[in-house]
């Protein structure tokens, strides 16, 4: 990524505090000029700074720098490192404001009295005091001119042990984060950014940091994360400080009570606190399974999602449902734990297995069929960019979806109405048959897209999608590769029995959400049994 | 308890709802006058009301009503039971809400019909119409009149199975409940009231209602309680609704997430849902299980306390803390989950070991000393009373206990700021050393007494608490009987390493909550070792 909103990058910082070092570091890193003010105004000047203040005063200096400022601003991206009391002059604040963004940095008292006594240069402020007494002095000095720091956009703590380049790497990351445009999911004061891009997972620090993020993490994953996209899970634990990963066996069976401890005894043993992040990456197991860690260590901890599979990505991502399976049923012990943040790099989806996609465009489809017409034109007119996996094509569907999950968990954070979250139920009552009938091997992605057949299929015979529609809603799951027959081995009762035993049909009430048009879903209440009927053979072939 | 606010109770419905008729049995339990007021019109005019409003029109009749109504409310507390039109009154509606509340009954059309068929008197605004018929016009008349049913204090359906006197039992309590005055936790959308009363088992479905709950509840408990209170839990039990309950084995040992599985297995099993209430009834182990539970239970349902031991009532009874202890220590796994009740029957404590009353009361005047200079007095004049259970003495010390915790939690809910909930752990860090030396035989609450004596000592030696200040403070322990000497073991360097290990001391600090003043404390980080070995000598007696 390259920064394209930010023109200019002004460093401000007391002595000591490495401006000029991490500026033209920074510069280099980024092709960039790079100037110090002060240098500047000596070179043009021929003479030092002192000089200038001893012959003109203050002043005048002053006001030379300003117009240096102004001539470097005008050279294009350019990195600057400002002298100690740029920022008393307002109109130098002004321009800085206009042209760029100001980094702070900061270092505590004792660093910079090693830095300065570590260095031959003179600081005539410092001359001829002992260190107790250097020391008091730069602490007063930094208490004095905090408030002029503070007027940074960002600041940054230069620590000793840090190597110069990945502190510079550390602040422009910083700053293409800040460039990101995250699409927000508004929960009050839950709400979190899903950052969508081609490949973030080095940018995870900076988005951590950005919101607000402890700075202790550890990487939670699973095997078959591991085996399929180590190299990607090896750049998220160097960009967060080589921090330590817990790997689960993959997948559904062990997704239970027993697999949560396991974690959090690890996590213990490691010496994770309150003040640590969980970063759950992987599909929609880990992340249930790690956001529920997160709402019950320690009485609960920030956790960041990192999707792999397209499922997770536009689904599980939203929502803060996390938990675990029962004996007795699925998810049936779990919390709503929100993110705090959602990364998703699209990469990962090069090593997806087919048949994983295909189960994560099911869900794609789902969100243009209950809410959005628009969204389904535009799957229809690029239903070939979207089956080859084409990187602007996964932005768009990737960021929509979750755009109109967003909107509808919004609306329904605690799934307590029916006419709220219920909606995104679409096409699962009939694919909960599928998946029961099949012992859950049928994918549940897979078995949504034959429940949407059936379910539109519903709606027509109930009046409410016209037969033009019913075409023209398959005609799009036919085009992107989505199942139209469910092959295994099918009982019409036992269906029945299973979708009255789904959970989300309470009380006896069989609900099923069917588009009333393409682009608007609705829930309708135990309809008659013969529609019901009728609508799932359309998907059993020979078998109906 | 007996009605004190209430004046009179008046009972408004449609035809068949049962006005009449409850209104009697609610007038007859409460030892009140009954009056029917179209009756009593009759009875004046010596006319019925047909024919009053044939030969005067509706507006004399009215005019009669309000007279009469006028008369019966001057009489002192009564029940009435209006007419189906009265409400229609504007002058009638003024004279109900000065003059006590408006209960309204309800009852479904099918009820209704049902009823009015049952009877033999004649209904003229349903006669000659056959059964559908009959429905039509029942529900097209509720629905007209609904707007001023809506008028009611209160709402009650009238089911058909519910015993009179059951229902009446249930109109009385709500009253009852809106009398009293509990105590707020004030949490935002999360605050949630504690009442506090010498019995109040028979009330919980009441103030359930109140606070909102769905009306399907499990009762949890342990052994323990089932041992020393079995009465108490069949009383909650009835008043649930003979619902079902589920008992712990007793103890800390049990308090893990296996405990946690077989509860949730259970709840499931019974058929348990979203709409389902926990009520945790004993001490402190039971209350933040249970609370666990209830938050992940289907990713969180609502729960209830019924504290029944003294520290129970004022430590974990606020505050939301929630959770199970893990092999590595206690309480790292958990959640923050507020109830939505707490509900305190003082008579629970009749039956508690003189111990546990004890650990309990140290709480209560870590409180005092803590925040409230007032309450320590109080404590000192009152020390007999509150020593020998005194039930006035009980109810003070308790809302005062929880008001105060209240006060702390509500600045500082999930236990973010050093200055916030820390302040609740004075006495803890000298006391966790004793627990531990003891291997957690000690009582926690005796603990933290004895921690209490020590910390005491250590702002006195801090130059912070005067002399005279620290023997009071040791003086009213005493007078409560308070233990003074810690007669186990003890190696002062495995007290330190104890004290290093307390989660509550984070990344190597030592903080001690000591008091500046009685009435004040503050937290001191790193005090001097010798001052710390000081302090502990205080309680050591000969071990010293």
């Known amino acids: 990524m390259k920064l394209t909103k930010t023109r200019n990058i002004f ?126 002095k730069i602490k007063s000095m930094l208490a004095e001119r905090q408030p002029l720091y503070d007027l940074a956009n960002f600041q940054f703590e230069s620590e000793e042990s840090l190597p110069h380049h990945v ?15 995250p699409l927000w999911v508004e929960l009050g004061e839950r709400r979190y950014p899903i950052y969508i891009g081609e490949d973030l997972s080095d940018y995870i620090d900076s988005i951590a940091e950005k919101t607000g993020c402890p700075q202790s993490f550890a990487v939670v994953s699973d095997q078959n994360v591991q085996d399929a996209q180590g190299s990607m899970l090896e ?35 490691q010496g994770f606190s309150r003040k640590s992040v969980l970063v759950a990456c992987g599909g929609g197991v880990v992340g249930d399974m790690t956001g529920f860690a997160a709402s019950i260590f320690l009485r609960g901890i920030p956790f960041i999602q990192v999707p792999t599979t397209l499922l997770s990505m536009v689904d599980s991502s939203v929502g803060g449902k996390t938990g675990v399976n029962h004996p007795l049923g699925k998810n049936l012990i779990g919390a709503f734990h929100q993110p705090r943040a959602v990364i998703i790099s699209l990469n990962s989806l090069k090593t997806l297995p087919r048949e994983q996609y295909l189960a994560g465009l099911a869900e794609v489809v789902k969100y243009a069929i209950i809410r959005d017409m628009e969204f389904f034109a535009w799957l229809e007119q690029n239903a070939d960019a979207v089956a080859q996996q084409d990187m602007g094509a996964l932005q768009y569907i990737v960021r929509r979806s979750c755009a109109i999950k967003a909107a509808v968990v ?4 605690r799934e307590m109405d029916e006419r709220g979250r219920a909606v995104l139920n679409y096409g699962h009552t009939f694919g909960h048959a599928f998946e029961n009938l099949s012992e859950y091997r049928y994918p549940h992605g897979l078995a949504v897209a034959l429940g949407m057949r059936c379910a539109a299929r519903l709606s027509g015979s109930l009046g409410m999608l016209s037969a033009q529609d019913v075409i023209r809603h398959d005609a ?6 989505l199942p139209r027959h469910f092959s295994n081995a099918f009982d019409m009762d036992k269906a029945f029995e299973a979708m009255s035993r789904d959970k989300k049909a309470s009380s006896g009430r069989r609900v099923f959400i069917v588009p009333k048009s393409l682009g608007e879903a609705v829930p309708v209440v135990n309809p008659p049994e013969d529609a019901v009927r009728d609508a799932f053979k359309v998907v059993l072939g020979d078998h109906g």
């Open 235 to 269: 750049h998220l634990r160097t960009a967060l400080g080589n921090c330590p990963a817990f790997y689960w066996k993959s997948g559904e069976p062990e997704k239970n009570l027993t697999s949560i401890q396991k974690l959090l005894t690890w996590l213990l043993r």
């Open 167 to 181: 502190f510079t790497r550390r602040i422009i990351h910083r700053l293409l984060v800040e460039e990101l445009d």
């Open 11 to 136: 460093f401000t910082g007391f002595m000591a505090s490495g401006k000029s070092r991490i500026g033209a570091l920074t510069a280099a890193s980024l092709g960039w000029k790079f100037f110090d003010t002060d240098k500047l105004v000596e070179e043009k000047t021929g003479k030092t700074i002192p000089q200038i203040f001893a012959e003109q005063g203050e002043a005048a200096f002053r006001k030379l720098e300003l117009e240096t400022l102004r001539e470097i601003c005008a050279s294009g991206q350019m990195v600057a490192s400002l002298g100690g009391g740029t920022l008393l002059n307002p109109e130098a604040i002004e321009l800085i404001r206009k042209n760029g963004v100001l980094i702070g940095l900061r270092a505590s008292p004792e660093v910079i009295l090693e830095r300065v006594n570590r260095k031959k240069e003179s600081r005539p402020l410092l001359a001829d005091l002992d260190d107790p007494a250097k020391l008091e």
């Open 476 to 481: 799009l799951l036919d085009r992107l590769n």
């Open 410 to 413: 919004g609306n329904d954070e």
